[in-house]
């Protein structure tokens, strides 16, 4: 893999510091980043200052990365949740705004401040990766496969040009 060629940016992250257990951005770094040859200034994590700063922030670092096109990820990875949501898009939580990069206050799931971006962001990506594992979550992915309309978040992440594709290790 072409390190130099790659970026990396954070569809959620936890509105903790990046060297906080729950960061995102933390576990990325020791369990991958800091493993490979990838220049840092292609590392981009979120901002944390304050939630909407932040997402303001965030998105607009995409919108410079794409400029002058608009913004299209060659591949989402993402996983899915025992509720069914994905990133930091949860059950329920239908409105995240018009953006690309949304705040989440009172996640259901702590911590409660959160980055996400959002469903107009995740698809419109060239690919998108679901890597999804536990018992508990074969009948949310049962659901998301028979049902078009579904309320998860993790089935509302849909490609205009090809299927979404999910690696699955349902057993346990």
Partial sequence: MDWGRTHVFFADERFVPHDHADSNYRLAEETLLSH????????????????EASAEAYERSVLDFFAPQPPRFDLVTLGMGPDGHTASLFPGMDDVGGGLVAAVHNSPKPPPL??????????????????????????????????????????????????????AHLSG
């Fill in 36 to 51: 490979v040859p990838i220049p840092a200034q292609n590392v981009h994590p979120t901002p944390i200052t304050t939630p």
């Fill in 114 to 167: 959160r980055l996400t971006m959002t469903y107009r962001l995740l698809n419109e990506a060239r690919h998108v990766l679901f890597l999804v594992s536990g018992a508990d979550k074969a009948a949310l992915l049962e659901q998301i496969a028979a049902n078009a309309d579904t309320p998860l978040p993790a089935g509302k992440v849909v490609l205009s040009e090809r299927p979404v594709v999910w690696l």
